[in-house]
Structure formats: structure tokens, C-alpha cells
T-cell receptor, first 114, second 116 residues
């Protein structure tokens, strides 16, 4: 069974600085998808970024980028130029190419300080 | 605006009572999902439906039931058999393109259920 591990329950960063959130996963499959979702205090889940395992190039969305290390089964999220609005829970998630079941990690609570 | 509407936002229930959480989407999405969120446990899949009149159990389906009579609606009933129902419930939907991974989930705002 696939598992997703986020080893950092809480992180903090000063505004305008860069922070990296860690995520590792376990799977025997070679083709899959990885996601980072953000849940702000409103609790509305929002997709931040998506990576397809067969693509070697790391995904980037504005200030958000990932470091995808397939061999190490690692999928970290880097937030550059952190903003107060980035304060949220961040969830890493795995989706098998063979199913439509999204498996979530336990989340990392990020606090951005002024 | 297209989106997912969950209601009620807050719900209180006495032990032994069934309660139904509503989820409606106007995105014309084929697939719909129910997740449960508990502190420190992330999101866990309860039930999902890829098409009208069909649904599958997720990882924690015991004590829950669903129906999918209309494409737009996927209500979740929390039955008295659910031993620890106090939680935050999230509904989601996605276009079912037939290619997994293209199915990015859109989430509702959630419903908070508290059992008294």
C-alpha cells in the first residue's frame, strides 16, 4: 500500500524568506502523480502544485516549486519570497496511475511571520 | 461561479442519531469524493463515486453511507454505527477524464460535525 509521510508537523518562516516542506512516499509503482495542497484557516483546500512521475523536470508555479527525487521517493515543496497569506496547513498527496484514490500525508502547519 | 457547496457548515448531533451532510457541485464533474479530516491524521477517504448510481468504499467507510442519484449531488450519511463521528468532513469533485492524475480535485469548504 502507498503511504505518504510528512515529518515536519510545524514550520515557521519570516516574510520574504524561503522555506522548504518535506514529503516522502512509498510505492512500488513507476507511474503516479504527486500533489501539494494548501489548507488556509478558512479550511478550503487549494491545489498548489502537481508533478507527474514520468516527467523529470520539477514543476513550478510562481513562487512555489518542487524538488522531485524519484529514486529517493522524495517530493519537497519550496516556497520563495514567503507571504503572510502562505500561512496554512500544507498536505502532500499521492495518486496512483491505476486508481483515483488520493492518499494524503498528515500535513505541515506553516506559519509566516512579519 | 462554479464550485462545490457543502451544508451545513456546522452540525451538532446527539449520540445514536443519523445525520446527512450535503454536497452539491455545479462543475459538471463526473467524480465525487468524501474525506474525513482529524487533527494529526490528514485526510482519509470515506467513499467515492465515479459515475451516477455507482460508488465505492474508501479506506474508512464503516459507519457511513452515500448515494449518487444525480451527477450534481453526493450526500453523506453518518450513521449511529460510526463510533467516533466528530470530525471535519470535506467533499471534493473532479473531471473523470479516464486518465488518473488529470483528475485534480476541487474541494468544498467542509462541514464540521460534533457529536454531543
Amino acid at each position: 500500500a502507498q503511504t505518504v509521510t510528512q515529518s515536519q508537523p510545524e514550520m515557521s518562516v519570516q516574510e520574504a524568506e524561503t522555506v522548504t516542506l518535506s514529503c516522502t512516499y512509498d510505492t512500488s509503482e513507476s507511474n503516479y502523480y504527486l500533489f501539494w495542497y494548501k489548507q488556509p484557516p478558512s479550511r478550503q483546500m487549494i491545489l498548489v502544485i502537481r508533478q507527474e512521475a514520468y516527467k523529470q523536470q520539477n514543476a513550478t508555479e510562481n513562487r512555489f516549486s518542487v524538488n522531485f527525487q524519484k529514486a529517493a521517493k522524495s517530493f519537497s515543496l519550496k516556497i520563495s519570497d514567503s507571504q503572510l497569506g502562505d500561512t496554512a496547513m500544507y498536505f502532500c498527496a499521492f495518486l496512483s496511475h491505476n486508481t483515483d484514490k488520493l492518499i494524503f500525508g498528515t500535513g505541515t502547519r506553516l506559519q509566516v511571520f512579519p | 461561479d462554479g464550485g462545490i457547496t457543502q451544508s451545513p457548515k456546522y452540525l451538532f448531533r446527539k449520540e445514536g442519531q443519523n445525520v446527512t451532510l450535503s454536497c452539491e457541485q455545479n462543475l459538471n464533474h463526473d467524480a465525487m469524493y468524501w474525506y474525513r479530516q482529524d487533527p494529526g491524521q490528514g485526510l482519509r477517504l470515506i467513499y467515492y463515486s465515479q459515475i451516477v448510481n455507482d460508488f465505492q468504499k474508501g479506506d474508512i467507510a464503516e459507519g457511513y453511507s452515500v448515494s449518487r442519484e444525480k451527477k450534481e449531488s453526493f450526500p453523506l450519511t453518518v450513521t449511529s454505527a460510526q463510533k467516533n463521528p466528530t470530525a471535519f468532513y470535506l467533499c471534493a469533485s473532479s473531471i473523470n477524464t479516464g486518465r488518473a492524475g488529470a483528475n485534480v480535485l476541487t474541494f468544498g469548504a467542509g462541514s464540521r460535525l460534533t457529536v454531543l
